[in-house]
Each structure stands twice: as structure tokens, then as C-alpha cells.
């Protein structure tokens, strides 16, 4: 009898020994891609309507900060998602954010707008363009101005001079735009390459040179640009993810000194396995995949680019069609 009771005590201890390994081995499983996992607070946030964060988003933002964490990368208290198959935010009070800042410490969670990359249209060749309320196309080749989901961290921020703009009753104001340059990893390597990264949806259009030799941003003629100020919260970018003023602000706070992750949803998988199943015919819903639903009925099935089939189309385009010389910029009308 005692050698029996030695026998199964040894088992116990082996089968311990192998749930300990196999959580080692296996983080996702036994970590943040659990939704038990996801502190009540957050919780109540999670879910598919405005205002809130789908759960795979929210597991793979979490799974990833954690790991940074415990890879010490990062030690920023907060992190960032992105949903990019939801409605970008149009303005028109009907669509809401789709980009998440999470701060767990201090159990604060914010939604705000931002932009998908618009894809281009090689005329004649392939039109890989997206709308401006949902995105189709993804990829991440270079000058595709196409969004690439998955794993970012922020890194060092630059700030520019972008010309001035008129403001009524007062002098002509300076826009400095600050740039979070994203590091990637797997399919998003190439975010530095790609000058992918964050900042705030406004640009200078329509400019003029306007004598200013006093300015600290004068040519060595003596000029300056000037425009008019067009901001795009609801608009799209070239790839990048943009912000309206107001939030880029805060986000350039909170990343400051003090990198972190961001995670985009979707990945090429998760695009591929949507489209698959939409050409299927089948709900990505029922086949236990996310989409959001509105999108999704806008724009049929969504399309993954690869930077290996994309990047010699683009290339062989440029040489078919060579930019037109620079034109120069007139010198702004005297008021």
C-alpha cells in the first residue's frame, strides 16, 4: 500500500510539473487571450458597438503589452489599440471612435477617432483604394499608403515645420506637427522604412510663398509657406495613424520619454480568413472570426497586399509613369 500511495503522489507531482511547463510554454493560452482574464472594469468596455472595444482586439493589445512588459520594453502604464475594421468617425454623429487608450493602473479607458490608410489607384494597372468610412485593402508594401495590422511599439518623436496658416483677427500661426514614429515587428518590420507612425490629421494646403525674412522658418530668400489649415480627423492617411490635434496632444503625452505598444486589428490572417469565408458563404461571425459587421456589408470582403506581390507593381508603375517636374510655388498675393 505504500509503494502504491509513493507511485501516485510521484504521478501528481509529474502532472503538476507538466500544467507549469505547458503555461510556460504557451502564454497566450493561459494569459491575456483568456477574456477571464480581463479585469471587470476593462471588461465593461469590451464589445462591438460605439464606444467600445471588440475582445480579439483587446486580448491581442493586452497579450502583446504584457509581453513587452515582461520583456522590459516597455514600462509605459498605459497602451493603445486599434480597430481598423470599424467606420472611421465621419463627423457625422453616427460613427464613433476606433482607436483605444488603456491605462489599467488607473482603470481609465478612452475612445477616440482615426484614420485608415487610403490605398492608391494605379490607374489602369490595379486599384487597391479604400473609402473613407471603411477600409478594404490592407497591406504593407512600400507607398502603398495602406494600413498594416499587428505589432507596434512608439518610439522617438520628430516635430516639423509645416508652413503657416491664416487665423482671422490675429497674426499667421505656425503648424508644428509632431510625428511617433512605430517600430514593428513580422509583417509590420518595415514601419520604419515605411515612415509609419502617428500624428495629428492636419496639413497645410493650397501654399504660397509670403516674404517673412523675421521668421526663424525663412528660406534663404526671405519666404515662408503659407496656406490654409485643413485638418482630417475623419478622413484617411498614407498608412499612418492620425488623430485630431486635441487627442494627438494628449497621446504625444502620455508617449513621451516613455515607449509602449500599439496593436492594430486586423492581421493578414485575419483579413484572409474573412475573405475565405465570406467567399464561402458564410458569416465570419458563425466561423468564430471578427468583422466588424456594418463595414463588412459596405465592403464585401477586405483584401490583404502583400509587400512581395505589391512592391514590383508600384515599382514598375513609377517607371511607367515618372512624377511630372516640380512646379514652383507662387508667391503669395499681396493682401
Not at 476593462?42 to 493589445?61: F, K, M, N, T
Not at 467606420?87 to 453616427?94: Q, T
Not at 477616440?112 to 479604400?130: E, M
Not at 513580422?186 to 507612425?197: K, L, S
Amino acid at each position: 500500500m505504500r509503494s502504491r500511495y509513493a507511485f501516485l503522489s510521484i504521478v501528481k507531482v509529474f502532472s503538476l510539473c507538466a500544467v507549469v511547463l505547458v503555461s510556460l510554454a504557451s502564454p497566450k493560452l493561459f494569459a491575456a487571450d483568456r477574456p477571464s482574464d480581463i479585469p471587470s472594469w476593462l471588461g465593461a468596455h469590451v464589445g462591438e458597438s460605439d464606444g467600445q472595444i471588440a475582445q480579439p482586439v483587446l486580448r491581442r493589445a493586452r497579450a502583446l503589452y504584457m509581453r513587452k512588459v515582461s520583456e522590459g520594453s516597455v514600462k509605459n502604464p498605459c497602451y493603445f489599440a486599434m480597430d481598423a475594421t470599424r467606420p472611421n468617425a465621419l463627423g457625422d454623429g453616427k460613427s464613433g471612435g476606433r482607436f483605444y487608450t488603456v491605462c489599467e493602473a488607473t482603470q481609465t479607458f478612452r475612445v477616440i477617432s482615426s484614420g485608415h490608410g487610403s490605398g492608391r489607384d494605379l490607374k489602369g494597372v490595379v486599384d487597391f483604394a479604400n473609402g473613407r468610412a471603411c477600409a478594404r485593402n490592407f497591406g504593407n508594401a512600400m507607398d502603398s499608403n495602406l494600413t498594416a495590422g499587428g505589432a507596434y511599439m512608439t518610439d522617438e518623436t520628430k516635430t516639423t515645420f509645416k508652413g503657416y496658416y491664416r487665423v482671422p483677427g490675429t497674426k499667421d500661426a505656425a503648424l508644428l506637427r509632431s510625428f511617433i514614429q512605430f517600430d514593428g515587428e513580422g509583417e509590420t518590420a518595415n514601419a520604419r522604412q515605411r515612415a509609419i507612425g502617428g500624428h495629428a490629421a492636419a496639413v497645410v494646403a493650397g501654399v504660397c510663398l509670403k516674404k517673412d525674412p523675421e521668421s526663424p522658418y525663412a528660406n534663404r530668400d526671405g519666404y515662408v509657406p503659407l496656406g490654409k489649415l485643413v485638418e482630417y480627423a475623419g478622413g484617411r492617411s498614407d498608412g499612418c495613424t492620425s488623430w485630431t490635434a486635441s487627442d494627438a496632444s494628449q497621446i504625444l503625452s502620455m508617449v513621451k520619454g516613455n515607449r509602449t505598444t500599439i496593436y492594430i486589428y486586423p492581421e493578414s490572417a485575419d483579413i484572409n480568413a474573412v475573405a475565405k469565408a465570406v467567399a464561402g458563404g458564410r458569416s465570419p461571425s458563425t466561423a468564430g472570426l471578427y468583422w466588424n459587421q456594418s463595414c463588412l456589408k459596405e465592403i464585401g470582403a477586405p483584401k490583404f497586399w502583400s509587400k512581395e506581390t505589391l512592391e514590383p507593381i508600384i515599382a514598375q508603375y513609377k517607371m511607367d509613369h515618372p512624377a511630372p517636374p516640380p512646379r514652383p510655388t507662387p508667391i503669395c498675393a499681396m493682401p
